[in-house]
């Protein structure tokens, strides 16, 4: 099993472009999250799904969409990047809500110019 | 606002001596305390982890100490060893709706020298 996969591992960008971070899964896991990670400030939850379908927002959605059309994606879209969004991504995922252990993908370094 | 305070920032230690790494937290929502383990270019990895009930949980070199009254939990790492060097997070959490949610710390970066 690969467990949790992010693509790409590196991006630069320019203010005002968009672009879409792909989380990938193989465990059948049921819910997953996105949180960014920020020198100082540890890891903070973005957006999260309970499902295939579903989605809801953490502590810092401002500026970004997600979707989950699939069980195992999990997509953290950017529609117009700001420098501010400039961080490491990373995706996690766990097998139920209650499940204490989340999963963690190997991130992916954001550059926003 | 930072719900869960991590210190300290850095921590320099030589091989086989202690380290400690202190959390405070201020909800009294959280039902469970995981400490995660981060190397450079990698994501955060589950070390250990204890739920309020427990005042102590021990595995291998690593401890948590937990005192429920103050609202504290540290880890203790006895032994340290250079390949201990990392980036400790801990973490607080609680279920929300049905999704259980982790309010991480700021982090400790660990270094342990041969």
């Known amino acids: 099993n690969a467990g949790v996969t992010q693509t790409p591992k590196f991006r630069v960008l320019k203010t005002g472009q968009s672009m879409t971070l792909l989380c990938a899964q193989d465990?059948?896991?049921?819910?997953m999250y996105w949180y960014r990670q920020d020198p100082g400030m540890g890891l903070r939850l973005i957006h999260y799904?309970?499902?295939?379908?579903?989605?809801a927002k953490g502590e810092v959605p401002d500026g970004y969409n997600v979707s989950r059309l699939k069980k195992q994606n999990f997509l953290l879209g950017l529609e117009s990047a700001a420098p501010s969004q400039t961080s490491v991504y990373f995706c996690?995922?766990?097998?139920?809500?209650?499940?204490?252990?989340?999963?963690f993908g190997p991130g992916t370094r954001l550059l926003v110019l | 606002q930072q719900q869960v305070k991590q210190s300290p920032q850095s921590l320099i230690v030589q091989k086989g001596g202690f380290s400690i790494i202190n959390c405070a937290y201020e909800?009294?929502?959280?039902?469970?305390f995981p400490w995660y383990q981060q190397f450079p270019g990698k994501g955060p990895a589950l070390l250990i982890a204890i739920r309020p009930d427990v005042s102590e949980k021990k595995e291998g070199r690593f401890t948590i100490s937990f005192n429920k009254s103050a609202k504290q939990f540290s880890l203790h790492i006895m032994d340290s060893q250079p390949g201990d060097s990392a980036t400790y997070f801990c973490?607080?959490?609680?279920?929300?709706?049905?999704?259980?949610?982790?309010?991480f710390g700021s982090g400790t970066q660990l270094t342990v020298l041969p």
């Open positions: 996690a995922s766990t097998l139920a809500g209650g499940k204490e252990t989340q999963y």
């Open positions: 799904s309970v499902g295939e379908g579903t989605t």
């Open positions: 973490a607080a959490s609680l279920l929300s709706g049905s999704a259980r949610q982790l309010t």
């Open positions: 465990m059948n896991h049921e819910y």
């Open positions: 909800n009294t929502a959280f039902d469970y």
